[in-house]
């Protein structure tokens, strides 16, 4: 059934990753330009070369060094109109370096994703830029400044804290703590005085660091992404995390405690990406651990209703998340699945969460396009 003929707008991505190792390598990350030359021999190689297993996060790590830019996610969005009756007309791109771990400078990758061709053809547009940045870091304000210079669709700022007790879950950050330390409170103030979003990636128990950013700058939008990443809420992940029945149960249980914390902050905006995202314990196969749109929507259904009920039609807004969660769901299988748990609240709430809210909060223009 094509629940999403009521967003005459199109669907606004919100959350879409693009990479190229090819236009965009390492500076002086040799094993990695050396792992590019073996990507196609398949996600094993990667554990060998390096002598270590991959801390959970991504299903294949290897994906990272094969290229996903605008005619490969034009193939993956070409499926969505057909099945939910809404096509992507607008992007938002993200930066992926956190995910790569590539030394490249974040102002290099703003300027390669600015110069993809999307919008060219039947591909969607790029409504806007979401740049990597540690406000913690010495002269942030001078990087957002270059930033801003090479597109005027910069809309925010993106800094990955998530760090796990769990030493087989990834870490993305160095330190414990990194939100609510001064000096990441005073490079803050950069993004706030320039009236640009940060975008924050945590796992749930690290909720409550955001709730300190956002009773300090209640003015700034504060976008979270992924629902906030109850890592091990559906099965076993890393070395210990959701291993039990009881273990799951608690790690839901502290997760909607801490959103309904964080929803009393209205500058507060959550992303429902990362449906299908590998970490939250899906399982382990290289590809399909999911099985389809009725599976990831009775899966993610409790998850979502949590989210709508405390933050309302007006705070959440879709996210693929593409290409991190292709091998556990299609990208109509995402839309599908979200569009099936929404649809009981009517057509106001499916065009806020899959277009209205993201062309609010990044500010995105319309596109021109016929309907």
Not at 46 to 52: D, F, L, N
Not at 297 to 319: I, K, N, S
Not at 341 to 367: K, T
Request: with cysteine; hydrophobic share 45%; aromatic share 8%.
């Amino acid at each position: 059934m094509n629940k999403l003929e009521g967003v005459p707008s199109g669907i606004v991505d919100a959350h879409l990753h693009q990479w190229n190792p090819r236009r965009m390598p390492s500076s002086s990350d040799v094993l990695t330009r050396g792992l590019r030359q073996l990507a196609g021999m398949g996600s094993r190689i990667i554990p060998r070369v390096t002598g270590r297993v991959e801390p959970e996060f991504l299903l294949n790590p290897s994906a990272l060094l094969r290229a996903y830019e605008p005619r490969d996610y034009l193939a993956d969005a070409a499926r969505v109109l057909p099945v939910t009756g809404a096509r992507i007309d607008t992007v938002v791109c993200v930066e992926s370096l956190s995910l790569s771990g590539r030394d490249t400078s974040p102002v290099v990758e703003t300027g390669y994703i600015a110069s993809l061709p999307f919008g060219v053809g039947s591909a969607p547009r790029l409504g806007a830029v979401i740049a990597a940045g540690d406000p913690g870091e010495a002269d942030f304000g001078a990087r957002l400044d270059e930033h801003a210079a090479i597109t005027d669709l910069l809309r925010g700022v993106r800094w990955c804290a998530a760090r796990h007790p769990d030493p087989g879950v990834r870490d993305f950050a160095v330190d414990d703590g990194a939100l609510s330390s001064a000096e990441f409170l005073a490079g803050f103030e950069q993004i706030a005085r320039r009236g640009l979003v940060f975008e924050v990636m945590c796992y749930s128990h690290q909720l409550y660091d955001v709730v300190i950013l956002a009773r300090e700058f209640p003015e700034t939008t504060i976008v979270v992404d992924h629902m906030g990443i109850p890592v091990g809420a559906f099965g076993p992940v890393g070395v210990r995390t959701g291993a039990t029945a009881a273990a799951r149960a608690d790690i839901l249980r502290l997760w909607r405690e801490r959103i309904v914390t964080l929803a009393t902050y209205p500058n507060v905006v959550v992303k429902l990406s990362g449906l299908a995202l590998p970490v939250l314990g899906y399982g382990k196969a290289r590809w399909g651990n999911i099985g389809g749109r009725e599976t990831l929507a009775e899966m993610v259904g409790p998850l979502v209703d949590h989210l709508a009920t405390r933050f309302g039609a007006e705070r959440l807004m879709f996210g693929s998340g593409f290409p991190v969660e292709r091998p556990n769901a299609t990208l109509e299988d995402l839309v599908g699945a979200l569009a099936d748990v929404l649809e009981d609240r009517g057509s106001y709430w499916l065009r806020r969460v899959f277009a209205e809210n993201a062309r609010d909060i990044y500010r995105i223009g319309p596109s021109g396009r016929p309907g």
